[in-house]
């Protein structure tokens, strides 16, 4: 799993979250809208954030298949 | 309001417990039945990462920035994404080094240097310290809340004296917790289950409190999330909760920052360094704890926001320290049961980072920096026999203990001052100084150890002159002058805005440039020099760690040590039982029955040394093992082998490849071989068929008019004459025959005679021409016959070449029309050759006839107009022509004849000799 698949995938995953949780994509999310009564900014910090938890856990889970 | 006896109590209840956790940890690790090898427990355990800071702070920080204390666990989240590439290599490197802290791993790295190992202890010392304050502070403040001893405001109004003060004996309690669990023996690979399972079940309390002030808070208080922040909305004094807040503050550079801060800090911090790599039982572990901590982070972080809105909304901004909301929330509630269960989960989180911090932190002071100063003292008697393990487990009790009381001191001394509330990310940015020069060596061989010294030393210099300093100034303990004016008045000095950079968080502005620093000086100077033979081989060892598996790596020590010197350096340190075990393990391991059927091979020299380095060290083992074995001076060629490998291992990869094409190659000219030889065999088959029908045709013939005259003895003479006649002509055809099959055996053979002598052609062609005549004039055909006045001598054997002239002109007169016939023979010739053309005017040879012509026994024309003929003779003119290096070739057009030509080259004929 170390040079294999699963390896590249974390490191796109890792990439993607650096992406998602800065500037500049993370300032389209900073603004008066609200979703389900929930500022929009934080439903997409922690949906985001779960997101990525659930890629990992797939991921590494899977192992080298 | 809670009696001071109950939380004591309640406290002391708390850490009793972990006590036994952590025996009944380590006794079942004794029993070889350990309840940390579970990769639920090592997630668990990494959680240490949760401490009071942030247990209590987040909320505080939630408060004042909103998503702002977000970066401190987004950071680990996208760190263990690559937690399987890095910290997995960690881990194979640590283990194969018996490496145990990270100054350690530094100093290993880099040609196992005392100073390197120091350095980084130095700083780690000193980035740790004050954090362990913050958590003595954590629960100093808590009881304070609890017991009632703050105004309306929550505000801590008293401090008692240190004699009374519960900090002092909670520090005790956790020193003598860590020194009983972590420092019980020493051990080769430096790890303490009973800690392990006790710090993962800290973790679950922390979690299990923070999620129950959270649910009370948002549903007991309030009406869910959306009641909240509906509320949140209507006040506008909580309005940069809600939003980024980045502009104002610390921008998205800042967020950046914090984000890459953290993420560097679940590595380097001692402590996650200590859980995630020295106390890893199996690195498949980490697969989980991949996703499993990052779940944990969140699940401990959904209720950060809830608490901080419910406290501003029920307190008023600037009234509470946001940072207790989640005790005062309960308290003003008058729910003293839950607050106590917050005030443990604090407690869990302060002591389960007090505990491995400070086993990190001994391990490091103790072996890289107590051990290199007694070994270079000499008062310590390297030759001496005595027993040392004791003077060891000495010397990291009194660092834990000297470390936790220095803790408590600076928080003592600081009390509320900015130095300890902002040290969270400020120790952090300490760890972060570790980055360039482990990530670097784990990845680029070209790090040396000045490289590191240099890295390191900048680094910490511009961290503690951008962070450090500002925050003593800050806390009023040194002239804030400095920070307005700068350092001696220069502007450009300005600490939290070096070289005029501003715009930017002192967090944020640190980090850049002490990272700049660290970085271009571990880069600049690495490069000024080649690495030595023994960085040169750490650098190899730890870049291509996976490569090598587990075989031992290469050794440079010199095989003239004695096993009866070697053990006894070892059990100074490990006790006599401990290496006595070990080596019997070796030697089993090897197939022999005990330690004294051992040789002293650079094999078991560096099994000792690793063993050493377990206990005291890398730097302080290579002195150690120096003392009774000679190291081995690194020959030229011994580093470029090491440092070839990869060129190497690209090198055999070509071989084989060169290797699978040649025998590619090989495979496709057996095959064609294969097809030749079929095809040899068929026509060895039709040669024989050939040759047995055309002997037979004669024989018949001759077999018939025997007969007919044995058994008729009364044919008249004039018959038998004619019968005779026929029977020599067909016994003459029979020698022929005969002697045309061996002479083409023996020519494709290469067996035939040749007898070489200087011809003259127009000679030859003359006395072939003369000597056909008879069978010209006998089908009434004209020859004529052109030749220059002279050609050039030609070497070949004459006779073969009179064999060709008259084959190619008795198959003329077979074609010729009868009494029309027409042969013109043309000899002519150049520089380089000798061509000789026969034509006739016969019916000529179509065009697919005209390779077979020359094939054995395959005659031109059809079956019923087929003259008599073997079938051999144009073949064996054509194998005599290529034998002198010369062609035989036909052009024809149906209806208007044959040419039968060939050439010989004059000088490579003469060559054939």
């Known amino acids: ?65 | 309001m809670l009696p001071g006896w109950l939380i004591i109590g309640a406290s002391f209840a708390y850490l009793l417990l972990l006590f036994a956790v952590a025996y009944f940890g380590d006794r079942r690790a004794d029993e070889g039945r350990s309840i940390i090898a579970n990769p639920w427990v090592f997630s668990l355990s990494l959680a240490v990462y949760c401490t009071a800071w942030t247990y209590f702070g987040s909320v505080g920080r939630a408060a004042s920035g909103g998503t702002w204390f977000l970066p401190t666990y987004l950071g680990p989240t996208l760190g263990l994404a690559l937690a399987w590439l890095v910290v997995l290599k960690m881990i194979r490197i640590a283990r194969s080094h018996r490496i145990t802290s990270i100054a350690d791993f530094v100093a290993s790295r880099y040609g196992k240097s005392h100073l390197l190992g120091g350095l980084v202890t130095v700083i780690a010392v000193v980035g740790i310290v004050p954090y362990i304050a913050l958590q003595l502070k954590a629960i100093s403040s808590g009881y304070a809340l609890l017991i009632g001893e703050h105004d309306s405001l929550f505000r801590v109004e008293s401090q008692a004296g240190w004699w009374q003060d519960g900090t002092l004996y909670i520090a005790l309690t956790l020193a003598a917790f860590t020194v009983l669990f972590g420092t019980r023996h020493l051990d080769t690979t430096e790890r303490h289950e009973g800690m392990v399972a006790a710090i993962a079940f800290e973790s679950v309390v922390k979690l299990a409190a923070f999620l129950a002030v959270g649910i009370y808070v948002t549903y007991w208080l309030y009406d869910g999330f959306g009641d909240l922040y509906a509320r949140a909305m209507a006040a506008p004094e909580l309005a940069n909760v809600l939003a980024f807040d980045g502009v104002g503050r610390l921008g998205y550079g800042g967020w950046f920052a914090h984000v890459l801060l953290a993420m560097l800090s679940i590595i380097f911090l001692p402590r996650q360094f200590q859980i995630a790599v020295v106390e890893n039982v199996n690195e498949q572990h980490l697969r989980r704890a991949t996703w499993a901590f990052p779940a944990y982070l969140l699940l401990i972080n959904i209720f950060v926001i809830p608490i901080a809105i419910g406290g501003l909304l029920h307190f008023g901004r600037g009234t509470v320290d946001p940072d207790t909301f989640v005790l005062t929330l309960p308290m003003a509630h008058d729910n003293a049961a839950l607050a106590l269960f917050v005030f443990i989960g604090g407690l869990s989180a302060a002591t389960g980072m007090v505990i491995v911090e400070a086993i990190a932190l001994s391990t490091m002071v103790c072996n890289d920096l107590v051990m290199p100063m007694l070994l270079h003292s000499r008062r310590l008697n390297l030759a001496g026999e005595r027993d040392l393990t004791g003077l060891l487990l000495g010397i990291r009790r009194g660092a834990i203990v000297g470390l936790l009381l220095l803790g408590y001191l600076y928080f003592r001394l600081a009390g509320e001052a900015y130095a300890l509330v902002s040290i969270g990310l400020i120790s952090f940015a300490a760890v972060a100084q570790f980055a360039p020069a482990v990530i670097g060596g784990m990845y680029w061989r070209g790090g040396t150890r000045e490289g590191a010294l240099a890295g390191l030393l900048s680094g910490f210099v511009v961290w503690g002159y951008t962070l450090m300093l500002p925050s003593f100034a800050k806390s009023g303990w040194l002239d804030p002058g400095f920070l307005e004016q700068g350092l001696f008045g220069l502007a450009w000095l300005k600490p939290e805005q070096l070289f005029g950079l501003a715009g930017w968080d002192n967090i944020t502005h640190a980090l850049f440039w002490s990272l700049l620093a660290n970085i271009g000086a571990y880069v600049l100077v690495s490069l000024a020099r080649v690495p030595t033979g023994a960085e040169a081989t750490q650098g190899a060892l730890f870049v291509d760690v996976f490569r090598r598996g587990e075989s031992p790596p290469a050794s440079f020590w010199r095989s003239g040590a004695e096993v009866r010197d070697l053990v006894p350096v070892v059990a100074r340190f490990l006790g006599q039982r401990r290496t006595e075990d070990a080596f019997g393990a070796y030697a089993r391991t090897h197939g022999l029955r005990d330690v004294s059927e051992l040789k002293a091979d650079p094999e078991l020299v560096h099994f000792a040394e690793s063993l050493l380095a377990g206990a005291i060290g890398s730097a302080s083992a290579r002195v150690m093992v120096s003392t009774v074995v000679q190291e081995e001076p690194l020959g030229l060629g011994e580093v470029m082998d090491i440092l070839d490998e990869a060129s190497q291992v690209r090198a055999y990869s070509h071989k084989l490849e060169e290797k699978s094409r040649a025998l590619e190659a090989a495979t496709a000219e057996l095959r064609a071989a294969n097809e030749q030889l079929k095809e040899l065999d068929r026509l060895k088959d039709d040669f024989m068929s050939s040759v047995t029908h055309e002997l037979r045709t004669p024989l018949t013939s001759i077999r018939a008019f025997s007969e007919m005259m044995a058994e008729d003895p009364d044919i008249d003479v004039e018959d038998r004459q004619r019968f005779l006649g026929i029977i020599v002509s067909e016994t003459v055809r029979l020698t022929r025959l005969v002697n045309q099959v061996l002479d083409m055996a023996k020519i494709e053979s290469g067996h035939a005679e040749w007898h070489n002598t200087d011809i003259d052609m127009r000679e030859l062609v003359q006395h072939s021409v003369d000597a056909t005549m008879q069978l010209f004039r006998d089908r009434g055909a004209e020859v004529a016959v052109h030749m220059p006045a002279s050609v050039p001598l030609l070497r070949a054997d004459h006779d073969r070449l009179l064999q060709v002239m008259l084959n190619l002109l008795s198959n003329a007169a077979k074609f010729v029309p009868t009494g029309a016939g027409r042969v013109e023979v043309t000899l002519s010739c150049d520089d380089a050759r000798v061509r000789v053309d026969v034509r006739d005017n016969g019916p000529g040879i179509p065009p697919e006839q005209q390779p077979v012509v020359f094939q054995k026994f395959r005659q031109g024309g059809d079956e019923r107009s087929r003259p008599q003929g073997t079938g051999l003779g144009l073949p064996i003119s054509r194998q005599i022509v290529e034998h002198f290096g010369g062609r035989l070739w036909l052009e024809s057009v149906p209806g208007e004849g044959a040419t039968f030509s060939f050439e010989l080259p004059l000088a490579s004929a003469a060559a054939v000799q």
Do not use: C, T
């Open chain 1, 1 to 65: 799993m170390r040079k294999g698949l699963a390896g590249q995938r974390l490191v796109a995953v890792f990439l993607a979250g650096m992406l998602l949780l800065n500037y500049p994509i993370l300032s389209l999310f900073d603004g008066p809208e609200r979703l389900f009564g929930l500022p929009l900014l934080h439903v997409y910090l922690f949906s985001v954030w779960l997101g990525l938890i659930v890629a990992v856990a797939w991921i590494a889970e899977r192992g080298a298949r």
